[in-house]
């Protein structure tokens, strides 16, 4: 059994794990129109810290990209209460989608206006350099890895983290991603015109596209053995999980959701359960005409008339692209820790085809006990974690 000993986040509706639940228990949007010179045009999840600021704030000694600083407040605060012992192996497995491209494309606009151009900056660009700054901060991992999978990318980290503690390879891991908000990252939504200029509306009948966003989370995840060891109480427990691609597109999903509804049912099939077990999905739900419909069939075809309440998140944070599967697995271990359905912002209308409702107000459940989230990335690569509550 995989246990989650530890959460941390950073996003547009919080610092810290206790800012965020605030925020969705009051059903508090932290999308806005951006501070920033690439931003200011559009609304974004933005975290309203600076560099400086993030450094400051949370005492952060390692140099690094605005992702990496970003995942080092979210995974300093998933492991504040974690020790570090010699025979616990403990690994980081971080997932991103930009890396350190907020620097790099910086610095390559200085070199083509002719100023300052500092060019060992480009050595924070890589994604794996992520993830290397990140480790550096929290110290003495005996593994490191990265993750980059597009939208995808949390999720696969917290699923790799899971399938080499129960291989034996590890005996506790810290896993999620983190992104930053980038001006290639816009450009590349806003030419795929996937973009709202407006307030983001998933699942609703009249969405026109996503609002990016920026933040981190991750999960600690320990093995039964470590738990002996570090004497840590678990939160809950990562009880499924599964990656599926439909190899539709480069980008767009398939249209009735293939590679969805493959890993939803593996994801149940791992966890030994039937999706009437299912008592709450954290939706990838990222408000465009493609993937909200083709979420809508794949959740219609594995629940089967008995659909479980769902919403997304993404109206509150944005989509914070390589992060969401983490920043999104932290609000599905929050509702089970508080029986609470979170909402689904901004919803008018069903989709017609589909006619699915989502929760539309922050409601107290008599019990959840398994919560379903799904993140989906660019390629067809789709991915779901299963999380059960400790008590069931």
Same mark, same amino acid.
């Given at each position: 059994m995989i246990y989650v000993t530890g959460y941390g986040a950073i996003s &547009?509706? +919080?610092?810290? @794990?206790?800012? *965020?639940?605030?925020? $969705? @228990?009051? /059903?508090?949007t932290g999308i806005q129109k951006g501070s920033r010179n690439h931003t200011s045009r559009f609304k974004v999840g933005e975290v309203l810290l600076d560099n400086s600021e993030l450094r400051s704030c949370f005492g952060l000694n390692t140099d690094g990209s605005r992702t990496s600083l970003l995942g080092m407040v979210a995974a300093k605060e998933a492991f504040s209460t974690h020790v570090r012992l010699k025979n616990v192996r403990t690994g980081f497995i971080s997932g991103t989608s930009v890396g350190g491209m907020d620097i790099s494309e910086v610095e390559y606009k200085n070199f083509l206006d002719g100023k300052e151009h500092r060019i060992l900056s480009y050595a924070h660009h890589p994604s794996g350099t992520t993830s290397e700054e990140i480790a550096k901060e929290l110290g003495g991992f005996d593994f490191v890895n990265t993750i980059s999978t597009a939208c995808s990318s949390a999720a696969n980290a917290i699923m790799m983290g899971a399938r080499m503690i129960e291989a034996g390879f590890l005996d506790r891991a810290i896993v999620g991603g983190t992104d930053s908000l980038t001006q290639f990252t816009i450009s590349g939504f806003r030419s795929l015109m996937i973009f709202d200029d407006e307030w983001c509306k998933p699942f609703d009948e009249n969405r026109k596209g996503l609002n990016l966003g920026e933040g981190a989370g991750y999960i600690v995840l320990e093995s039964a053995a470590s738990l002996c060891l570090t004497k840590k109480t678990p939160i809950a427990i990562l009880s499924g999980w599964s990656s599926a691609s439909d190899a539709f597109h480069q980008t767009a999903?398939?249209?009735? +959701?293939?590679? &969805?509804?493959m890993s939803m049912k593996k994801a149940l099939s791992v966890a030994n359960l039937s999706p009437k077990d299912i008592d709450y999905i954290n939706a990838h739900g990222t408000a465009t005409p493609n993937n909200d419909l083709s979420e809508s069939k794949a959740i219609m075809n594995v629940f089967n008339g008995c659909i479980p309440p769902f919403s997304s998140t993404k109206a509150y944070t944005g989509h914070t692209l390589a992060a969401s599967g983490g920043i999104e697995a932290v609000i599905s271990i929050l509702a089970l820790q508080n029986n609470l359905l979170f909402p689904n $912002?901004?919803?008018?209308? @069903? *989709? /017609? /085809?589909? +006619?699915l409702t989502p929760i539309k107000k922050c409601g107290r459940a008599d019990k959840i006990t398994h919560v379903l989230s799904n993140s989906f990335g660019f390629g067809g690569n789709n991915s779901t974690v299963i999380f059960t509550n400790i008590e069931s």
């Open positions: &547009a509706i +919080g610092k810290n @794990v206790e800012e *965020i639940y605030a925020s $969705l @228990v009051s /059903e508090k999903s398939s249209p009735n +959701g293939e590679g &969805a509804v $912002l901004n919803h008018t209308s @069903v *989709i /017609e /085809e589909t +006619g």
